[in-house]
């Protein structure tokens, strides 16, 4: 039963996307500094789920298996695309904009694990564990 739970799968599917931005978004807070690095982040998650250029379907390929459990890091696109303006040696980091996303990949990391609280409340309380 749990484990035909599309509910689940797409919160934990949405906070493994918002731990993998919160990750681009680290690393180009670390290179802020460095010549010519050009920042980068990852689709939205919508965009990821509604079928981006890989796409993603929540519907189980096997019995058993969850969707999305092969991890989605290897199939979230990075855009660099319209980061805004350069430093003169090449840099497209700014610390401002990256902390502006970190609030946001968090926001939606916090979003997606209440989700997955209160299903998983909603389970024990149909059980009567609640």
């Known amino acids: 039963m749990i484990e035909n739970n599309s509910l689940l799968s797409m919160a934990a599917s949405a906070s493994r996307h918002a731990a993998v931005r919160q990750t681009v978004i680290a690393q180009n807070i670390a290179n802020a500094d460095t010549p010519g690095f050009v920042a980068q982040d990852v689709v939205s998650f919508s965009q990821f789920v509604s079928g981006g250029t890989e796409g993603f379907d929540i519907r189980h390929t096997r019995a058993g298996h969850l969707a999305g459990s092969e991890g989605i890091e290897g199939r979230l696109l990075i855009d660099s ?4 303006a350069t430093t003169p040696d090449g840099n497209s980091v700014s610390i401002e904009d990256q902390m502006v996303r970190a ?3 968090r926001r939606q990391h916090d979003l997606a694990l209440t989700l997955y609280r209160k ?8 059980l009567g564990r609640g």
């Open 81 to 84: 695309s319209a980061q805004g």
């Open 103 to 105: 609030a946001d990949a």
């Open 119 to 126: 299903s998983l409340d909603l389970i024990r309380i149909g």
